[in-house]
């Protein structure tokens, strides 16, 4: 079995990358079956379409978020490795932390965690 602790971080970068710049651009747009798509099952079935409706419709975080970002780090843990972001929004001031844990499903990566707080 694979196991994403063992990448190095350029390799990890590779992946998370892209997957963030989906989610930010999915949430900004309020388009759930984009902002899932690299989901694992395991985080799929808990982010249930209705409550990330709900989050997309009341939260003005999950809108206007920038494309830039800083990549504070990497965090490697039981199977899993949690990539963190400062984000920010247009229209919140301020300094928001983008987390993204990342594992393998199979062989394939996925998502397993993304919040902003």
Do not use: C, H
């Amino acid at each position: 079995m694979k196991n994403i602790e063992e990448l190095k971080d350029d390799e990890i970068l590779a992946v998370a990358n892209p997957f963030w710049d989906d989610l930010i651009k999915y949430s900004n747009n309020a388009n759930y079956g984009m902002f899932v798509k690299n989901f694992s099952d395991k985080f799929l079935g808990a982010s249930n379409e209705v409550e990330v409706g709900k989050q997309f419709a009341r939260s003005e975080l999950t809108k206007g978020l920038t494309k830039e970002r800083e990549y504070l780090g990497i965090i490697r843990r039981g199977g899993y490795v949690t990539v963190l972001f400062k984000q920010w929004n247009k229209k919140k001031e301020g300094d928001y932390l983008g987390r993204l844990v990342l594992g393998y499903q199979e062989d394939e990566i996925k998502i397993f965690g993304a919040t902003i707080f």
